[in-house]
Structures are given as C-alpha cells and as structure tokens.
C-alpha cells in the first residue's frame, strides 16, 4: 500500500502536520508513521555548500594565484552533525512505498531552498512531490495547505533564486574576503595587534556595515550651527500662544544673507534689532491676516511586516532584530500569529472574507474584548476588502502578520516579552477596523509692521484607532479652549501682543541607527524613511530579505564589526570595522553602496519570478567577482589606507581595545 511523505523544516512543525492529519502515528527514529502517511522532518539545514578545498586541496591555502575561485559546477555535503537525520529523511524520500512527498518547509525562499539541497542530495526519482504553502500553523490552515498544494515544479524559479542566492553569497564572500586578506590583512592586524584576523566581507553585511561607519563620520564631521528665531507672545481672551516669525515675502528679510533659514538669524543682535524696530511703533498689537480651520483624519496604520514589527519592538522594548525574530517564530509555532518572515503589511481578499474567524477567536484574549465589541457594533471587519488594508498587489508569499484567534490557551506559559509583542500584534490587528483618528487643526497668519507671526494649533477631537494603539495621551486642554476661542475670531481681529522674544536653537546631527530604525533602513536599500505611508509606497527587495536581516546584523555584532549598546539599541561601529570599510572602500566600493546592493536582491526577484533565467544572473554575478578580484590584487594602495587608520584611530582610545 502506497503512503504519502510530509516533510517539515523543524521537529514542532513536522508535529503540527501529524496532529492535523488526525492518524494515530506511532513513533519511530526520526519520523513518525501511520497506515497512510509519514512525517519527518529538516533540523534547519541538512545540506550545506562545500569549502573550495573540496573541489581541489590547492584551494585550502590562500594564494592570489587560485583566485578568482569559479566552479563550473557547484559541491555540496551533508552537515555532520546532522548527518543522521539527513540519512533518514533521505531513506523516507526513496523508499518504495512512498508514492507522493508533500514538501512542508518554511513557505519562502530559503525553505525551499532547505528541501532541494535535501532532494537534490538524496538523489530522488519517479515520484509525484506537492508543494504545502501555508501562512500559519492552524490546523485549518495545515489541512487547506494540504488540499490546496501545486504540484512541486511550479516552484522552480523559486529554486533557482535560492540556489543563485547562495551561489553569489559564497562567491563574494570567498572570492572577496580571500583577495581582501591577502592584500590587507597583515596591514589591519599589525595596526589593530593580537592574533591575525581574516577580512570578512559579503554582499549584504559589508554595504550594512558602511551605513554605520558613514552615519558615524557624518556625525563625527558635522559642526554645530546655532540660529535665532524671534517669537510673539500673543494675547486672546485671557490665554495667550506664540507666533514665530518668519521672513516671508513682503519681509524686509526676505532672502536675506542674514537668515540661517526662513524663520531665523544667523546672529542674535540681528534677531534682537528687529524685535527692537517692531517695539518702537505702538500698540504692540497684531493683525490677524489669515485664518485656516479644517478637520484631518489620521487613518490607523498598516498591518505589521517583519521590519516594521523588529523597528516597533526595537523601540519599545529595546531588544534586537534578532530577539524580535526569534519571538514571533515563537508565536507562529505556538499558531498565535501567522508566518512571521513577511514583506507585506496587508491582508490578501481570501483571508478578509474569512476575517471574523480571527475575531472571533481573540474573544478569549481578555485585552481584547471591549474593542472586538465596538468593531462588532460597527461591522467594520465585513468592509475590510474594500480598504487600504487588503491588496493582493502588494503580496508575493505571505500577507502581514496578524494573531490567527487561535493558540490562545499557550499564551500563559510563554514570557512576559513574549506577551507583550503579542499584544502588540494584536493592537495594530485590531485598529485597522476602527475609525480614523480627527484631528481639529488651526493656522494663524498676523501681521505687525509688514512682519508676520504663524501660529499652529491640532486637538485632538476623536480619537478613534488611538484608542487600540495605547497612545499617550498629549496634554492639548490648552489647545483646545485656544481652538475654541479662535473658531469666534474674524480675519482683520486686532490681537495684543505681551511681548518679543528672542530663542535661540542650533542644527542637530545625524542620527545613529539603531537596530530596528536600520532594519527599515535595509528594507527601503539605504534609506531610513521614518514616515509610515511614504514607507509603504516605496516597492523593491531592499538589502537582505525580511528572514535573513536580523542575521545580518547579529554577525555584523558577533565578529566585532559594529557594537550594539543592549540598553539604547543604538549601533556604532568598532574600529576595526571602520578599518574594514577603508580597506573596501579603497578597493570593492560598490560594496558599500546600498541601491547596488539591493539591486542584486532585485535580480533575485526577478528570477523567482521567472523575468530572467539563472544563466543570465550567473554571467553577471561572475563577471562581477572577476572584475573587482583582479582589480584588488593590481592595487597599491597599503600607504594611503594607514592615514585612514590614523583618522579613524584618533576617535577610539586603544586600537586593542576593540579586538577583546
């Protein structure tokens, strides 16, 4: 009698699959086993792409003359430590009664990619192999993965994108690193002391790193520039407000060189000499030229990704990307949310149809049970497929991460931090069916002596999603009978002005990342867009992908490159990784430049998504490591690159400080 195979990629996930399938499994060494079915599992990898020396004992020695290194066809082997497991999912894969094998690794790139190597290893022939996608670990949706899966084939360019972005990783990271050491490496030990490091550089982790370095020496270089403004304190009906000048047209300083900027002097005399021109014609009263009052509506922010959860809980909690990762894998197992490693921050139109099943089961979860019931007074979650909030467009694998209304009884045994990102979850959930937030917003225009003061003012008047969002509540009473008295105010009122006064403000330098504000900065290529919707406009791969970010930085930390204060969550860089940015940027620059780099993740894309083939990406890739591995080993530039050392030393105490 034929059986059906599931392979998973982790023991927990392998059992999910055979609670659903609702057999009784007995079990065995490395797999369990029914009338119908067997269910093994992956331990992460299995298989793993082999070190040169494989291909011939001349590459075990570093030497210009075996570079650049470019196998015409790549090796692979079993990791040792796992070997058993491979020998028995490999046994499972051919043996004779397995007709059909139902591939249940991560639904993503790299998952597949675990599954292959394993195939490819085992030397499978002649069976049917189905492909179980699936955006959480329910046991509805394991069951709907099953009965819905593709024939394996039809994700092959998924394969090849896998394939070539191990490929590129392991030539660049081999072919540079080697040529970067033998080049610079005695030059970077000698100065830094201790024992001899290797250069480590790669595709994603070198352009991460030279944000940092740059950031750090933008701030390091940037000078300080203090400005003036000039403020009126004006009088209305027993409460008063500040206007700010600015040198507007029809201004005696307009386009003036005195200004630092539009509202303010590059010195304080000349600040104080206007004040002193306008105190001189009285009464000290202005006119109100202008008045503008209109309502804004805040709507309630996308669903989480990956990158905007790790940036959220980076802040709140000050905890890593890699921590952040690490619990909402935790919560996906747990089936508490859906698949965390995701790009996307709305909902497809299949899953808002059925998105009262969600609700429904977050009636357990007591912190959610008076807003479940204002979303089920109004409906809203039946209107959810005609909002910004679900678009099929904007999804390649997975949807945003969402709570699945289910798993709710392993909440309690999971840690407070895990709790609270949870929660956290479930409020951004949870405010996409409420109202906007409306906002009363008032601008004042008034004129004294051919100068005019602008004055702003926002209440909050209904605070609609905010309610979900445990938002900190401003203190706008002021605002508010401010608002109120100038709704009776009239273009041409006569105002009293207290007084003129003089602040004094300077520029502010950049500022340094920190772990959740350079996850964004990784998914935008480079560009740390901090407003939410602009974000969200902005498509492309970025630099790394939503499951291997957090990695990135983690190795970025562990070989001393940069350092992560634990407390702040801000990132600096070492000396060392300033050194390492020198030596490539004299030598590989376009490794540190982030559109290059997310280029490359691009063309990944497009070979998922079959616009190009991997022979075209191929014949780019090695040109690429060719170009620049013969450029490097031509270079003569030891002599230079130490004056950079001197520069970036004299900001650290002790170069051997760095290489504890």
Known sequence: MSKSLYIAEKP???????????????????????????????????????YPEKYDI??????????????????????????????????????????????CTDSGREGEYIYRLVEMMAGVKDKKRKRVWIDSQTEEEILRG??????LSEYDHLSEAAFLRAKEDYLMGINFSRVLTLKYGSSVTNYLGGKYKAISVGRVMTCVMGMVVRREREIRDFVKTPFYRVLAGIEIAGTHFEGEWRAVKGSRYFNSPLLYKENGFKEKKDAQYLIEQMQENLPLEGVLEKIERKRENKNPPLLYNLAELQNECARLFKISPDQTLQIVQELYEKKLVT???????????????????????????????????????????????????????????????????QGLQNLNHLSGLSQNVYEVIVRRFLAVFYPPAVYQKASLTISKDGERFFSNFKVLKDEGYLKVTKYKAQDLTKDQILVDTLSKLKKGAVLPIREFNVKEGET?????????????????????????????QIKGS??????????????????????????????TPTLQGEMIFDVVNASIRSLLNPELTASWEKGLTYVAEGNISSDEYMTKLESFVTRHTKNVIGLKNEAPLRRCFDRAAANYKTPKKQTK
């Not at 969600?358 to 009636?363: D, E, K, P, R």
């Not at 996850?519 to 969200?536: F, K, S, T, V």
């Not at 970025?542 to 990132?571: C, D, M, P």
């Open 12 to 50: 927990s996930v392998a059992q999910e699959f055979a609670k659903a399938l609702k057999e009784n499994m007995g079990r065995r060494d490395g797999y369990v086993e029914s009338e119908n079915f067997v269910v093994t599992w992956c331990v992460g990898h299995l298989v793993t792409m082999s």
């Open 58 to 103: 001349k590459y075990k020695r570093w030497s210009f003359d075996t570079l650049p290194f470019l196998p015409d066809n790549f090796k692979y082997e079993i990791i040792p430590s796992v070997s058993k497991q491979f020998k028995i999912v490999g046994g499972l894969l051919n043996r004779e009664d397995i007709d059909t094998i139902y591939v």
């Open 146 to 151: 099953i009965r819905e899966a593709k024939d």
């Open 339 to 405: 698949y965390p490693r995701t790009d996307a921050r709305v909902l497809s139109s299949a899953v808002a149809k059925e998105i009262s099943k969600n609700l429904n089961g977050l009636m357990k979860y007591p912190l959610a049970e008076p807003y479940l019931k204002d979303i089920q007074k109004s409906e809203s979650y039946k209107k959810i497929e005609k909002t910004r909030y679900t678009n099929d467009k904007q999804i390649t694998d997975h949807y945003a991460i969402i709570p699945t209304g």
């Open 508 to 536: 502010s330098p950049p500022k340094r990342y920190t772990s959740g504000s350079m996850i964004l900065a990784m998914e935008n290529a480079g560009q740390l867009i901090e407003d939410e919707e602009l974000r969200a």
């Open 542 to 571: 970025g630099i790394g992908t939503s499951a291997t970010r957090a990695e990135i930085l983690k190795k970025l930390f562990s070989i001393k490159y940069l350092a992560l204060n634990k407390k702040t969550q801000v990132i």
